[in-house]
Structure formats: structure tokens, C-alpha cells
């Protein structure tokens, strides 16, 4: 079984900062993707952030110059650096991995961590 365990959401005003992080832990050989994504109130989840373990990232368009995406593959965590936040990325985050067991890729979510952007 994997767990994954996010921390690091909060209430914080716009144009500041955020980290969020997601530890991964349990039975698997590698992680493959690990990532964020989120759903804002009343929309669908999308995604974020995405890194891959050969260290290729992939952006949501309305992140893209204000998130940074990480990893750190010695200690299975990913990371989420949050800049010059607006309230339009008040949501939930969620933290995603694809690992592999040798045999096959399983995906697996976070709970889910608030953000809340508002002055």
C-alpha cells in the first residue's frame, strides 16, 4: 500500500507565498510522476504541477511563471512552491504519484490540503 501525506495549506493573502508538500510512502520500486493537482470551488480537479523522475515538468496554463514544481527523489517528496497567489487559486490541492512495483504503475491521491487565497 502507498500513502501519501501533504502538508502546508493555509489561509494566506494575495501576492504572497505558499510551499506545499507531499510525502510518499509505502511498497513500490520507484515513483514515476508525482504531482498537484486541484479543484476550485465548484470546478472540476485539474492539474497544476507534474514532474516526472527523469526531471521533465509540466505546468496548468494559469500557473505557469508563478508555481515551481520539485522533487526530491531521496526522499519521495514533491514539492510546490507558490508565488504572487490570487485568490482565483484558492482550492484544494491534492497530491498525486504513479509509482511501480515491477509489474505494474498504480496511481494514488493525497487527501487534500486547503488554500485559501483572501485578504
Known amino acids: 500500500q502507498v500513502q501519501l501525506e501533504e502538508s502546508g495549506g493555509g489561509l494566506v493573502q494575495p501576492g504572497r507565498s505558499l510551499k506545499l508538500s507531499c510525502v510518499v510512502s509505502g511498497s513500490f520500486l520507484s515513483i514515476s510522476v508525482m504531482g498537484w493537482y486541484r479543484r476550485p470551488p465548484g470546478k472540476q480537479r485539474e492539474l497544476v504541477a507534474a514532474?516526472?523522475?527523469?526531471?521533465?515538468?509540466d505546468y496548468g496554463n494559469s500557473v505557469k511563471g508563478r508555481f515551481t514544481i520539485s522533487r526530491d527523489n531521496a526522499k519521495n517528496t514533491v514539492f510546490l512552491y507558490m508565488n504572487s497567489l490570487q485568490s482565483e487559486d484558492t482550492a484544494v490541492y491534492y497530491c498525486?504519484?504513479?509509482?511501480?512495483?515491477?509489474?505494474?504503475?498504480?496511481?494514488?491521491w493525497g487527501q487534500g490540503t486547503q488554500v485559501t487565497v483572501s485578504s
Open positions: 514532474t516526472s523522475i527523469r526531471g521533465t515538468t
Open positions: 498525486y504519484a504513479q509509482t511501480w512495483n515491477g509489474i505494474r504503475y498504480s496511481d494514488y
